[in-house]
Each structure stands twice: as C-alpha cells, then as structure tokens.
C-alpha cells in the first residue's frame, strides 16, 4: 500500500539533491537518471490525468445510462400499467356493453311477446266478434226463413173478382219463394 502523505513529483525529482560522498556516483548520470525518471513521471502524470479524466467520463456516461435506463425502467413499468389499466378498462366497458345488448335484448324480447299476446287477444277477439257477427246473421236469415216460410204456408187471399179490380185479374202469388245463394251461404256456416 502506498503512504498517501508522501507523493513525489517530477519537479520534486529534479530539485532532489544528493550530497558529494567519497566514493559516490558518477553526477552527470544520477542528473540524466533523473531528468528521465521526471520525464517519465511527466508522461505518467500526464496519462493518469487523462486516464482520470476518461474514467470521469465514462463514469458521466455511465451515470447518464443508468439514468436512461431507470427512465426507460420506469416508462416500461408505467406503459405495462397503463396496457392493464386500458385491458381492464376495455374488458369493463366490453361487459357493460353485453349487460346493456342482454337487457335491450330482453327488453325487446319481452316487448316482441308482449306484442304477440295482444295480437292473439286481438285475433281472438276478432274471432268472436267474427262468429257472434255470422251467428247474429244466421239468426236474422232464419227469421227471415222462418218468415218466408210462414208466408208461403199461409193461405193466399182471396182473388178479387176482376170486376172490383177494374176489370184486371189480380196477379197469381206464388206459395214458395226460391232462398239467394248467399243467403245460403251464410247459413251453412
């Protein structure tokens, strides 16, 4: 682990002195050996704050994408919400529809029957009207009949004699009198 408290740069580099010793090294190269450690700290200072500055990025982006994806995340949940809500809705309104088409159906159905037992108590009513209104008629042409026949059983009056008549026979009367076909008709049934 290194001690973060003792951190070298290149200018501590080339500013570090190193006192003359006897039997020491050779200066000139500890001086390049050292320009080229500092050169070297340079670029590596230089690369670690490029490498920082790309990592700040990548984390900016990655931080970015994250955010992204909750948002998408949550645009997700909420269209997958708002799909269900819309499916219950449709599938509320769809069984309210068919609970109103029964009804109107039954109400139809009722009133169509409804319907059809007034016009049968209509029908039925015309039937009697039909059958007292023949009954009622076969009665007046059996009267009628009845009197018809009447007559012709009666006796025929007395012929005037043509002298009280003017000089003119009164005409014969004929004792039975043929029944109209429709009158017939209406007598069978």
Same mark, same amino acid.
């Given at each position: 682990?290194? !001690?973060?408290?003792?951190?070298?740069?290149?200018?501590?580099?080339?500013?570090?002195?190193?006192?003359?010793?006897?039997?020491?090294?050779?200066? $000139?190269?500890? !001086? *390049?050996?050292?320009?080229?450690? $500092?050169?070297?700290? @340079?670029?590596?200072?230089?690369?670690?704050?490029?490498?920082?500055?790309?990592? /700040?990025?990548?984390? @900016?982006?990655?931080?970015?994408?994250?955010?992204?994806? %909750?948002?998408?995340? @949550?645009?997700?949940?909420? *269209?997958?919400?708002?799909?269900?809500?819309?499916? +219950?809705?449709?599938? /509320?309104?769809?069984?309210?529809?068919? /609970? @109103?088409? %029964?009804?109107?159906?039954?109400?139809?159905? !009722?009133?169509?029957?409804? +319907?059809?037992?007034?016009?049968?108590?209509?029908?039925?009513?015309? !039937?009697?009207?039909? /059958?007292?209104?023949?009954?009622?008629?076969?009665?007046?042409?059996?009267?009628?009949? $009845?009197?018809?026949?009447?007559?012709?059983?009666?006796?025929?009056?007395?012929?005037?004699?043509?002298?009280?008549?003017?000089?003119?026979?009164?005409?014969?009367? %004929?004792?039975?009198?043929?029944?109209? *076909?429709?009158?017939?008709?209406?007598? %069978?049934?």
């Amino acid at each position: 682990m290194i !001690d973060e408290s003792f951190r070298l740069t290149p200018l501590d580099v080339r500013r570090q002195q190193f006192p003359n010793e006897m039997r020491g090294y050779n200066r $000139a190269q500890v !001086d *390049a050996f050292r320009e080229r450690v $500092a050169d070297e700290m @340079e670029d590596l200072t230089r690369r670690i704050q490029d490498m920082e500055a790309k990592a /700040r990025g990548f984390h @900016e982006q990655l931080r970015a994408f994250r955010e992204r994806e %909750k948002a998408l995340n @949550e645009a997700l949940v909420s *269209a997958q919400q708002l799909r269900t809500e819309m499916r +219950e809705q449709a599938d /509320r309104e769809a069984q309210l529809i068919i /609970r @109103e088409a %029964k009804a109107e159906g039954d109400r139809l159905v !009722d009133a169509a029957r409804n +319907e059809a037992r007034r016009l049968s108590s209509d029908l039925e009513a015309l !039937d009697r009207t039909r /059958r007292a209104y023949i009954m009622q008629l076969r009665q007046l042409a059996e009267r009628q009949l $009845a009197e018809l026949d009447a007559a012709a059983a009666a006796p025929s009056p007395v012929l005037a004699p043509p002298e009280l008549n003017g000089g003119e026979a009164a005409p014969p009367t %004929k004792s039975h009198h043929p029944t109209p *076909a429709w009158l017939d008709s209406l007598v %069978k049934e």
